[in-house]
């Protein structure tokens, strides 16, 4: 049976959710998907008010999703995946993300992350290499290594080691699995490798425990232990969330990003010709092609919002692409235009769980279309048949094929 249009997980909705976003601006902002328990939202001030509500919460388990005889279920078969899951929860179950920011947050401060830059650059680089010669690539498959590659360098592991050959095989195995639908055999990958990469973690707390030096992991100990209550277990379980928050978006912002440009000749032109409006373009490719396809709420309690009544125990899917076009607030959404007013972006969410990775993420995706602007000539042809998604992501965007001819 296929799915309406409007399903987060039809392969409409995940390649074009254009006709959901007019019916949504048009009135009908709260869509319900009754067999998800679900209402999918895709208004500006819908999305910005609910990101951060007193009466939603971000970890569903708090409004009594997912009974707790599965959840022990999935601990028992899955249990470095499930406690590894992109929440930090308090012993009585409800989220915390405060201590995760509290030990990350130095670290991505916009003077850390510009140290970064040389960095950033080499790996871009490296990785983005057969865009120098090939005549007809894949680019996702060209880019998607190097946010992973960042961060492995972030956390220091070292380039060309075992572990870092390691950590680089497994995460994808272990991004598959964190899906909230990934199937079971997925999961049994994904546990495989989160062993793995959570071992190397440790590996690398011992090692710059033993020897400290001025990296990320030092920062991350000293703070810890300054607290005195952040559990060993905990600080690594930072540590994987950080790879799993940066990697995936930042991978798919930037095959989203050329996939824009290379639809806008115009603007791909202008910006090659003035590399200034680099940093707002990546504001407007994030708003035009976002990677996120939802943020997860659940409601705690029943609460009112715009006239409508909210039940406790429904799952809320908020819509930051949505929000980006929504006209009330960005007129004429569809025109792509790197000079637009982006200020209230919701991008990078909104309030207290607002992405601590957004300046790297920024310098990330700007260095690589730089580094697509030199490289990549504006008659480029998107070979629009071979371009393929994967709906079945309720985080994100999935776009796993965009494959390019150079003449
Ligand atoms: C273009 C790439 C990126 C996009 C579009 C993006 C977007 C977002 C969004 C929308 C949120 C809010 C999630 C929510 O409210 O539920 C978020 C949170 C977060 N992001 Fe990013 N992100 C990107 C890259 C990164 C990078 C590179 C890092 C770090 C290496 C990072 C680390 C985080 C973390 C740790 C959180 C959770 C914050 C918390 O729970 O308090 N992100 N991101």
Known sequence: MSLPSHHPFSIEYTANPHPTFARAHGGDDFIEVPEMQALLVHGYDAVRALCDHPSVSRNPMDAGFGDAEALAQRMERWPTLESAALQMVNEDGTANTSVMRELLAPDFRPSMIRKMDETVHEVVEQVCAPLRSERSLDIVKTVQEVPLRVISRLLGIEDATRDADLFLSSAPDYFRGINPVASDTDRDKAELAAKTMFEILERTVADRRANPQTDMVTQVIEIADKRGDVHPDVLVRVLVILVAAGTDTTRLSTSLAVKTLLSHPDEMEALRDDRSKIKNAVMECLRFESPTKYLMRASTEDFEIDGREIPRGRLILLSLMGAGWDPRVYPEPERFD?????????????????????????????????????????????IEEGITWDPGNLSLRELTALPVEIP
């Open 338 to 382: 790197v000079d637009r007013d982006l200020r209230g972006s919701l991008n990078f969410g909104f309030g207290s769980g607002y992405c601590l990775g957004v300046h790297l993420a920024r310098l990330q995706v700007g260095t690589l279309l730089d580094y697509i602007l030199d490289h990549l000539p504006s008659n480029a042809r998107v």
